[in-house]
């Protein structure tokens, strides 16, 4: 067991770094970014900890994971329970100890956050999945009596895997349908695989899937079977099947042949392995030059996607200025460090092709900041005559995505709001129809893992309620 | 996964293959396409539902011959599984009784407009159909498009088989001597549909198209296979795949459909030269 070590000398130690690949070396490969922190360097860290009696990072938590608990189990080098531990609140820590936005949550509200150094919540809580993955450590299903109610998940992404784990332990028979091959939604298709190693994500759901969680794949709710049929056959059903239809600038030359939505580069990268054509048979454009348009994560993960397949120049065109990118500041640092070249106060107007439809450039114009927005930052303007071209040969539209209509167009009495997405109350993410919840991108728009993990949880809280109280579909 | 129960060679090309689906077939409606992978490394290719069998959960789809992946599914054989396989997806024909209308095929669009072709002459249409290809060879399911067809005019282009000439050519002639004709129905190589949308643009007869875009998910989720349509950006998998053809931007439309074509060229290479080494080996032994 390592030793406590005094409150002055944890004060006094610093943040241990995490180790990353240089980026001289990431660039060519599709490896994860950071290595993870070894037992010595996760334990010294550990160690900083505080202990706090009235701790602020569990509220910080939008899991609730109890985080001065299983750090500690970490000081004592008991890994396997500070997995049991994290597992009691967190179905996917390998996931959520990855991307998860620890900087604006727990470690945010760490007490040490006023010295500048806060707990690395989130690299312990990797280093424990990791090393309980590695070890063959495994969560087990409280011994409870299994409930007959049968509850219907529609999507596999990190909203509809929290509740189908949550419901399950609960006891429920939970099905979760999946439009894809493969489960995980945006934690296969979207994020790259150098920031969530789909091996990972693999890993997880089976876990999920040990407990009893029966997962279908390539089950298309709305084109197979509609949400008022599902209705027939199950107690309670949960949405989650994602925002999924892209955005576009919808300017002159988007249909081009090397223009992408980022839903379309990232899933020929992501999900169908087209970095590893012609191993993978799905392909996938090599621009020489890319340009990225929109500035949040997804932006990042195209632009160092396109450096990765080969790009010798990948841009990220934003129309705000860098204090308004709405990545993640960590993404922004590592992109910055693989020469990412970033061109704020630009706006894309036009892409010009060759009469094979082919990209060879984007013209732009420079902004101006003026007078603060409804959004509360300064408004671009554009200056009228600023306008000039970049050379590219592709162009990734990352500036955000939709409602996608398949699944709300089968589910009778399933409000949605002007932009298609399901208003829920915000509580219990009810729906306008009893039984029926949501939560997610298809409530939320586009927005993060965690958010999506929250919703999953705050539905099955809800779930339970309602099938606890006598409530079904079926009766209806 | 999804089992092969047939798979029958049309023609030197194209392959017509019944796979068990059941909940696919059950939902299925004429016009509406399937995806398919064959391994969890292959690519995801639509394909428009050729028929289907509700009662004993089957799908059709007839396939031909283009690259690498519809090269490998015609080596299956029955009882062989194919890994992905998701549908229905896109909107169904829009079946009425409309009087006289004109289903016109060319190569692997001649299956699926024979499903529509049934679909209309069921709903009380009378229905000429006119199906083309380059030889006497590469036509299929004539047995059966008669069958569904008041007439059924058929055209090669060698002449090798009943009117020397283009579908067009054909269709001119029916709509010159025919006010009746209220809507035709055309799919087929990309190529064939944007001439038969010329060909009908004179008269006032709606043109409808089947699109065969390059997709990825089929489920409006990524956009690959985005199309103008009317001045509007539609999406083939979720809007369609059918079209009014006289609204479509062809050019941009055929453009689109090449985007991988040097990549699909040098797929198929390997895969050919991989075909090719294992039959060697297995000779020697």
Same mark, same amino acid.
């Given at each position: ?5 005094? *409150? ?7 943040i ?15 490896k ?15 160690? @900083? &900890?505080?202990? &706090? ?33 994290? !597992? ?13 936005l620890q ?6 509200? &760490? ?14 809580? @990797? ?12 969560? /087990? ?26 419901? $399950?332990?609960?006891?429920? %028979?939970i ?26 994500? /693999?890993?997880?759901?089976n876990e ?19 949400v008022?049929?599902?209705a027939?056959?199950? %107690?309670a059903i949960? !949405?989650?099947n ?13 249909n !081009?042949?090397?223009?992408y ?9 992501? !999900? ?11 392909p ?14 997804? $932006? ?18 934003y129309?705000?200025s860098?204090k308004?990118?709405? $990545? ?40 101006e ?41 089968s ?10 997405y399901?208003?829920?109350?915000e ?8 039984? *029926? ?6 409530? @939320?728009?586009?927005a ?13 809280? $809800? ?11 079926? /009766?209806? | 996964?999804?089992?092969i ?6 023609n030197?090309?194209? =392959?017509?293959?019944?796979i068990?689906?059941?909940e ?14 064959? #391994? ?9 539902v050729?028929d ?8 059709r ?11 490998e ?7 062989d599984?194919?890994?992905s ?7 169904? #024909?829009?079946?009425?009784? =409309? ?21 209309l ?5 009378k ?15 004539e ?5 569904? +067809? +008041?007439?059924l005019?058929?055209? #090669? ?8 000439g283009?579908?067009?050519?054909a ?20 190529i064939m ?9 004179? =008269?006032?007869?709606? #043109?409808?198209v089947?699109?065969? +875009? ?11 296979c985005?199309? +103008?349509?009317?001045?509007?950006t ?25 985007? =991988?074509?040097?990549?699909e ?15 060697f ?5």
């Amino acid at each position: 067991m390592a030793e406590m070590i005094p *409150i002055k000398e944890r004060m006094k130690r610093n943040i241990v770094p995490m180790p990353e690949q240089k980026p001289q070396d990431r660039i060519h490969n599709f490896k994860e970014v950071p290595l993870g922190y070894t037992k010595e360097q996760a334990i010294h860290e550990a160690q @900083r &900890c505080l202990q &706090c009696k009235v701790p602020k990072c569990i509220a910080g938590c939008p899991a609730e994971n109890n985080i001065p608990k299983f750090i500690e189990k970490i000081v004592e080098e008991n890994f396997a329970e500070a997995y049991l531990e994290i !597992l009691k609140t967190d179905n996917l820590p390998a996931i959520t100890g990855r991307v998860c936005l620890q900087e604006e949550q727990c470690q945010v509200v &760490c007490i040490l956050e006023k010295k500048g150094k806060p707990i690395a919540i989130g690299r312990l809580e @990797r280093f424990v999945a990791d090393w309980a993955r590695e070890n063959n450590i495994h969560g /087990k299903l409280p011994e409870i009596k299994r409930k007959s109610q049968k509850v219907a998940v529609v999507g596999s992404g990190p909203a509809g895997l929290t509740c189908a784990a949550d419901l $399950a332990k609960l006891g429920y %028979d939970i099905t979760i349908f999946e439009a894809l091959h493969k489960p995980g939604g945006v934690l296969v298709y979207g994020i790259p695989e150098f920031r969530l190693p789909k091996s990972i994500v /693999k890993y997880e759901i089976n876990e999920i899937e040990k407990i009893g969680v029966k997962v279908i794949t390539n089950f298309v709710i709305g084109a197979i079977l509609s949400v008022d049929k599902l209705a027939q056959d199950f %107690d309670a059903i949960f !949405l989650a099947n994602g925002a999924g239809a892209p955005r576009f600038m919808n300017i002159p030359g988007e249909n !081009l042949n090397d223009v992408y939505s980022a839903n379309e580069f990232l899933i020929r990268a992501n !999900l169908m392995k087209a970095y590893s054509f012609p191993e993978y048979d799905t392909p996938i454009k090599i621009g020489k030059r890319a340009a990225t348009i929109g500035a949040g994560n997804v $932006a990042m993960d195209s632009a160092c996607t396109a450096l990765r397949l080969g790009a010798e120049k990948s841009y990220i065109v934003y129309r705000r200025s860098r204090k308004e990118v709405p $990545a993640r500041a960590e993404e922004v640092h590592h992109a910055e460090e693989e020469g990412i070249l970033f061109s704020f106060l630009t706006l894309p107007v036009k892409i010009l092709g060759d009469e094979k439809g082919n990209v060879i450039g984007m013209e732009c114009l420079n902004m101006e900041l003026g007078e603060p927005d409804e959004s509360g930052r300064r408004r671009p303007i554009p200056i009228a005559g600023s306008n000039f071209v970049i050379e590219v040969d592709m162009v990734v539209d990352a500036i955000g995505t939709s409602a996608n209509p398949i699944v709300a167009g089968s589910a009778t009495g399933v409000e949605t709001n002007k932009w298609g997405y399901f208003i829920v109350d915000e509580n219990t993410k009810a729906t306008t129809k009893e039984g *029926i919840y949501a939560g997610g991108d298809i409530v @939320r728009g586009s927005a993060t893992v965690i958010s999506a993990v929250v919703d999953g949880k705050v539905a099955a809280r $809800a779930i339970d309620e309602f099938l606890n109280s006598g409530g079904s579909l079926r /009766k209806k | 996964m999804y089992k092969i129960v047939k798979n029958e060679k049309l023609n030197e090309i194209i =392959y017509s293959m019944w796979i068990e689906a059941p909940e696919v077939a059950l939902s299925v409606q004429p016009g509406q396409f399937i995806i398919l992978m064959i #391994t969890e490394k292959g690519e995801r290719i639509p394909l428009t539902v050729a028929d289907f069998n509700r009662e004993r959960g089957l799908i059709r789809i007839v396939f031909q011959i283009v690259g690498k992946t519809s090269e490998e599914l015609s080596t299956l054989e029955e009882g062989d599984e194919l890994y992905s396989f998701i549908g229905p997806l896109g909107k169904k #024909t829009e079946i009425e009784n =409309y009087g006289t209308v004109i289903t016109v095929g060319g190569g692997t669009g001649i299956a699926c407009i024979h499903s529509i072709a049934r679909a209309l002459k069921e709903a009380g249409n009378k229905v000429i159909s006119i199906i083309g290809a380059r030889n006497k060879d590469l036509i299929i399911m004539e047995e059966e498009l008669k069958r569904v +067809s +008041s007439e059924l005019i058929i055209t #090669t282009d060698d002449g090798s088989y009943g009117r020397k000439g283009f579908v067009t050519q054909a269709l001119k002639e029916i709509l010159d001597k025919d006010q009746a004709v209220k809507k035709v129905w055309t799919i087929g190589p990309a190529i064939m549909m944007k001439v038969t949308c010329e060909t009908t643009k004179p =008269y006032p007869v709606e #043109t409808i198209v089947s699109l065969n +875009s390059v997709m990825v998910d089929g489920t409006g989720m990524c956009g690959s296979c985005r199309v +103008s349509v009317g001045g509007e950006t539609k999406f083939v998998c979720t809007d369609g795949p059918e079209f009014d053809g006289h609204l479509v931007d062809w050019e941009e439309f055929m453009n689109r459909l090449n985007r =991988y074509k040097e990549q699909e060229k040098k797929s198929w290479e390997i895969y050919q030269k991989q075909v090719h080494t294992c039959k060697f080996v297995g000779g020697i032994k």
